[in-house]
């Protein structure tokens, strides 16, 4: 009895494992940075692919008869490599040249075709350094002694 539950204990932690192990596999992917793409698309399509990368000037939204947004990413920390983008769909809230942005699709014809798209939010904390003065906009705030 004690040999035989062991083993079905064995085999479902290996069956469990495999599972939990192709599952991951399959929902996760490397992001990679414009010029990877352009290295790794320069002879080929790719297909599934996230970008993490820079917006950059000129942004075109379109409305009518669809909403196509056209613009271009590059590295976020510089460096060479400036890929196209088209996504169609909302232009999200916080897309604007400068921002950081995460892209899911498949890179054809030189063009990164998006299929979800998304904005990295600025930070808005930034520390209180004593005795400095307030930057413009902010609020005076109350002293508690």
């Not at 932690?13 to 320069?42: C, D, F, H």
């Not at 040249?97 to 798209?117: E, F, N, P, S």
């Amino acid at each position: 009895m004690g040999k035989v539950f062991i083993s079905l204990v064995v085999v479902f932690i290996v069956i469990g494992g495999a599972l939990v192990y192709r599952a991951t596999q399959s929902t996760s992917s490397l992001v990679l940075s414009p010029s990877e793409v352009l290295e790794k698309g320069s002879s080929r399509d790719l297909k599934r692919i996230r970008v993490g990368g820079r917006v950059v000037d000129p942004i075109q939204y379109q409305t009518e008869p669809q909403m196509i947004l056209s613009f271009s990413v590059k590295n976020p920390a510089g460096g060479e490599g400036v890929v196209p983008v088209v996504y169609r769909g909302l232009k999200p809230d916080m897309f604007a040249a400068g921002r950081d942005v995460l892209i899911d699709g498949d890179y054809l014809g030189g063009t990164i075709q998006a299929a979800k798209l998304q904005t990295q939010c600025p930070s808005k904390y930034e520390p209180v350094v004593p005795g400095a003065a307030p930057a413009e906009g902010d609020k005076p705030t109350m002293a508690m002694n």
